[in-house]
């Protein structure tokens, strides 16, 4: 997976080395880089199936959290994983995920987009809801072509809107992460 720049806000631009391992949340090998290709810098994920899943991460800064209204990014697959679908319990698997995340009290909204080999667009799954925890998985693309930069505009509050239990969340983006999950693809988030 591959990331460049992820703008959040019109005002803020997140630069590729702003994101961090999220240690709590990652197995102990980060294979994540910084690197340029052909002008352009941004966080490519090397996988070797076997490893833990790494996240890298994003906090939005206080001060900001209440001004997020969109999260734009680029990124593109160079492999998908064979019939990988998140979706599907047994072959959940992807070539890029980007999850939106934020905090109210004690429990963590996510959003977990993704890039599957064969899901359907649009599709939302894999809803996990406790008291601590409520995340629906949203399939954003869907196969190929491999290696084609394609661009992402969220409206966060659309995409919220309607969404149980997220609708009436006034805090929206308090992390931004990318993740790379047990698949052999990598992707590119800018």
């Not at 809801?129 to 399939?139: E, K, L």
């Amino acid at each position: 997976m591959i990331w460049g720049h992820l703008q959040v806000l019109a005002a803020l631009t997140i630069v590729p080395a702003a994101f961090q391992i999220v240690g709590p949340k990652s197995g102990p090998v980060n294979y994540y880089s910084v690197v340029a290709e052909n002008g352009v810098t941004f966080v490519r994920s090397r996988y070797t199936p076997g490893l833990k899943t790494a996240v890298v991460g994003w906090q939005t800064p206080d001060a900001d959290r209440r001004r997020v209204k969109r999260v734009r990014w680029t990124w593109r697959a160079q492999a998908l994983p064979k019939n990988g679908d998140e979706c599907v319990a047994d072959r959940a698997d992807s070539a890029a995920v980007v999850y939106v995340s934020f905090k109210r009290g004690l429990r963590y909204y996510t959003l977990k987009y993704v890039w599957s080999a064969v899901g359907k667009v649009g599709a939302i799954c894999d809803r996990k809801r406790n008291p601590f925890v409520a995340q629906d998985t949203i399939v954003l693309e869907s196969g190929g072509p491999t290696g084609v930069w394609k661009s992402v505009d969220l409206d966060l509050a659309a995409d919220l809107r309607g969404r149980q239990p997220f609708a009436a969340r006034d805090r929206l983006a308090a992390e931004l992460s990318c993740a790379r999950e047990r698949s052999r693809g990598c992707g590119r988030c800018s």
